[in-house]
């Protein structure tokens, strides 16, 4: 079994920082791509940003310029720094990681229980 366990969301006013983490735990033999996904009320869960395994890296044309995705191998952890902060990035953001548990299984996508963001002032 494979947990995704999110930490530091919290309150921030606009235009200040917060940086997200991301640790995945269990059975894990490598993580290919991570995501950051939000999701506010009445809205469809969105992607923030992706990494690869290898660092490569993209964003959401809303998030571009402010956020950076980037990750630890060696600790199976990624991280979300977010600079900036905006209302409107206010939403509940998800870790999703593809896993492969063992060197020939097929990738598992997981998701994590997700951690409160709220930028006001």
């Known amino acids: 079994q494979v947990q995704l366990v999110e930490s530091g969301g919290g309150l921030v006013q606009p235009g200040g920082s917060l940086r997200l983490s991301c640790a995945a735990s269990?059975?894990?033999?490598?993580?290919?791509?991570m995501n950051w996904y939000r999701q506010a009320p009445g809205i469809q869960r969105e992607l923030v940003a992706s990494i690869s395994r290898g660092g490569s890296t993209t964003y959401s044309d809303s998030v571009k310029g402010r956020f950076s995705i980037s990750r630890d191998n060696a600790k199976n952890t990624m991280y979300l720094q977010m600079n900036g902060l905006k209302p409107e990035d206010t939403a509940v953001y998800y870790c999703n990681a593809d896993v492969r548990v063992v060197w020939n299984s097929p990738l598992t996508n997981y998701w994590g229980q997700g951690t409160q963001v709220t930028v006001s002032s």
């Open positions: 269990g059975s894990i033999f490598s993580i290919n791509l």
